[in-house]
């Protein structure tokens, strides 16, 4: 019986094993001792594992799997009186930071010399490469923050949306292939 319905099951839920963003305990763990609590050696395992075949993936396809995967904020219970109760889930937010460099190297090695390209803007290619991993911007909005056109801002986000959908792609697809050899999904 496997432990999981989906390869994006099993990764959303060892991507977030621990966090305040953690998903419930796993089918084995249910079975074997549903007394045990979600901190079980058991579960620890089980996210290990799925953590380690994410791993064996590659860099951007590990990048792409956690940015999809990954709860965007973590709870906070700090007490200032600043704590809006929430803060950033720094494990998302180093894998946009990875994957916006990706991007970049993928994008200057696509240019040929003396062609013409699109300018280079560091915040847009970030706020674009989250975008497509969930946060919500508007185009319109990203385009007056950076201080460009719109069609600037849509030009840019369709070479990177094509950029990442392929990595991401693939990456799902190794990491089925990983989990079903093990036996976690179907």
Known sequence: MPLFKSANSAVRWAINYGTDGHIE??????????????????????????????????????????????????????????????????????????????????????????????????????????KFFGERIRINELAKACEVVEATVATHHGKITKIIKKTEGSAWELIEERLRLAGLID
């Open 25 to 130: 305990r796993s089918a084995m763990n249910k079975l074997s001792n549903p007394s045990v609590g979600a901190d079980s050696e058991l579960e620890q395992g089980q996210a290990g594992a799925i953590l380690a075949m994410i791993k064996g993936t590659g860099e951007f396809h590990e990048a792409c799997l956690v940015a999809r995967s990954a709860v965007h904020r973590t709870s906070c219970a700090c007490g200032a009186p600043c704590c809006s109760k929430s803060k950033p889930n720094w494990i998302w937010h180093e894998s946009v930071n990875y994957i916006t460099m990706e991007v970049k190297r993928l994008i200057d090695s696509e240019r040929r010399d003396g062609t013409r390209g699109a300018t280079d803007n560091p915040a847009m290619r970030r706020a674009l490469v989250a």
